[in-house]
């Protein structure tokens, strides 16, 4: 079970902090996502890390701006968003992979919204 919260109505340049609270099972080998959804857009990918080296990636249009973590003594993995734009605007979803960049996501949570105002 992933259990996403955080989101909030910010205004550019703002700074939040997504979190995406594990349960239910080990995550040895696991990949963590975090992806958003912005009106009439498709879901797209913002960042991901792996469970066990911490190895992670970045949609172009975060990188330098997002920074995604993971704590293994709270099983939670988060987004720390800084420099938000009002592009950014979106729900904010977190998931979970298998295998790290191997596998699809198939544990998803329930979206958190964050919305950016110029």
């Known amino acids: 079970q992933l259990q996403a919260s955080g989101g909030g109505l910010v205004q550019a340049g703002d700074s939040l902090r997504l979190s995406c609270a594990a349960s239910?099972?080990?995550?040895?080998?696991?990949?963590f996502g975090w992806f958003r959804q912005a009106p009439g857009k498709e879901r797209e990918s913002v960042a991901a890390v792996s469970w066990n080296l911490g190895t992670t990636g970045y949609a172009e249009s975060v990188k330098g701006r997002f920074t995604i973590s993971r704590d293994k003594a709270k099983n939670t993995v988060y987004l720390q968003m800084n420099g938000l734009k009002p592009e950014d605007t979106a729900v904010y979803y977190c998931?979970?992979?298998?295998?790290?960049?191997?596998?699809?996501?198939?544990?998803w949570g329930q979206g958190t919204l964050v919305t950016v105002s110029s």
């Open positions: 998931a979970a992979q298998r295998a790290y960049g191997s596998s699809s996501f198939i544990f």
């Open positions: 239910g099972r080990t995550f040895t080998n696991y990949g």
